[in-house]
């Protein structure tokens, strides 16, 4: 399946104050990542919501293995792991400047119609290019 790189510094304001990424930051740091993933698609999930649809997280599991640390340079790794319908779902990896795995994740978000609120299919032009 696809996947992604994502380069992110640890900012000061990201950390405590013994200088360790708060738990909280690395479900922004998916989030960049995933966003990207679908920018390097050419898909514009400011256009998908303009288009009328919006894609909630419904799941997120996080397993922290190591700190991340102010000013370090992490790489998020992103991958599709199955082809979307009404949802898709993404495996991470993050790694510092070792490459030791410091963190592991998985995100699973639906397809939601932003009128009706109800869930709808994955939309053709996504489809595509995931299969490419």
Known sequence: MKSDETLIRV?????????????????????????????????SYKKMEEDGI??????LSINFKKSA???DVIKVKTQLKKIPT???????????????IITTANTVLAFI????????RVPKFILDSVKE
């Open 11 to 43: 900012r000061y304001g990201e950390t405590d104050q013994m200088g360790v990424v708060h738990h909280g930051n690395y479900a922004l740091y998916l989030e960049l990542a995933r966003i990207e993933w679908l920018r390097k698609l050419g898909i």
């Open 113 to 120: 119609d932003i009128k009706s609120k109800r869930p709808v």
């Open 54 to 59: 919006m894609l909630p997280v419904i799941s």
């Open 86 to 100: 009404a949802t898709i779902e993404f495996e991470y990896e993050i790694t510092n400047e070792n490459d030791e």
């Open 69 to 71: 640390c102010y000013d």
